[in-house]
């Protein structure tokens, strides 16, 4: 167990609906990244956040935002969602921005329908 | 543009014989490179990692060798077990506006037959 708790495990909607990716990182832990994994591709990097606010953004479209709260849990937030949404969606953790290594959850299956 | 290749998607080895995971790159700029193993329906679990000033890191039955000049890393595993089955994910970072990120391949499936 890596301390990183992710829901919904799995989640199959609608394309044009909205969904909310739920995590907690581990304690202590105070930067959270996201992650999207598309059938047969690696870890693709979508954003990070640090202490409530945006670290660094990577290929992250302009239908999805997250945010961290107070409470250093983050959401991740997909709108007007598209079939090509489908995909695992992986949040991971660390103790600060210059740490290399980061612990992941299990992470959330999207389906588009 | 890929900067961290695994350039084979599987890999077939019996128990007890050694795995070895390959992994390139292309940024000279990545500072550490790190391996994750993944099993189905669980997240990447990270497993070993190595500086870019170092050339090998020893950990129990696994290690990993990194050769700069070839822009080139592997994982050694010694001996393989049947529990080491599982999707290796190779991973570079590099220190971007403050922050450490993490770079993925696309994954080798390792299959360790009994």
């Known amino acids: 167990d890596s301390g990183v708790t992710q829901t919904p495990k799995h989640l199959i909607t609608a394309t044009g609906q909205r969904v909310t990716l739920r995590c907690s990182p581990r304690s202590g832990d105070l930067s959270v990244y996201w992650y999207q994994q598309s059938l047969d591709q690696g870890l693709q990097f979508l954003i990070q956040y640090y202490n409530g606010e945006e670290r660094a953004k990577g290929n992250i479209l302009e239908r999805f935002s997250a945010q961290q709260f107070p409470d250093l849990h983050s959401e991740l937030n997909l709108s007007s969602l598209e079939l090509g949404d489908s995909a695992l969606y992986f949040c991971?953790?660390?103790?600060?921005?210059?740490?290399?290594?980061?612990?992941f959850g299990a992470g959330t299956r999207l389906s588009v329908l | 543009d890929q900067q961290v290749k695994q350039n084979s998607p599987s890999l077939s080895v019996q128990e007890g014989r050694i795995s070895i995971l390959n992994c390139d790159y292309t940024n000279s700029m990545f500072d550490y490179f790190l391996w994750y193993k993944k099993y189905p329906a669980e997240g990447p679990t990270f497993l070993i990692s190595i500086s870019s000033i170092k050339d090998k890191n020893e950990d129990g039955r696994f290690t990993v060798f990194l050769n700069k000049s070839a822009k080139h890393l592997s994982l050694h595993i010694v001996p393989s077990q049947p529990g080491d089955s599982a999707v290796y994910f190779c991973a570079a970072s590099a220190l971007q506006g403050g922050s450490e990120k993490l770079v993925f391949g696309k994954g080798t499936k390792l299959t360790v037959n009994p």
């Open positions: 991971a953790s660390s103790v600060d921005s210059r740490v290399h290594i980061q612990y």
